[in-house]
């Protein structure tokens, strides 16, 4: 599993690191969102991982296969 993010779509609401902060990190400054892995998010994370997407209110996180 990957996450894809969209930054153009993200506002820095930051729920998706209270959801999953080993997957997800944010910006110091705007509070963009990090996805902490470019490629596979390891299998213990993918829950994790997939309760931040299901967290963003703005639909900027992706799960791609
Ligand atoms: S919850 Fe969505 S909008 Fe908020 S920081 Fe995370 S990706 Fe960005």
């Given at each position: 599993m990957r996450i894809r993010a969209d930054?153009?779509?993200?506002?820095?609401?930051?729920?998706c690191?209270?959801?999953a902060p080993d997957v997800y990190g944010v910006t110091d400054d705007e509070g963009q969102v990090i996805v902490e892995f470019e490629g596979d998010v390891p299998a213990e994370l993918e829950d994790a991982a997939a309760l931040?997407?299901?967290?963003c209110p703005e639909l900027a996180l992706e799960i791609v296969e």
């Open positions: 930054l153009a779509k993200c506002q820095g609401h930051g729920l690191r209270m959801s931040g997407v299901e967290s």
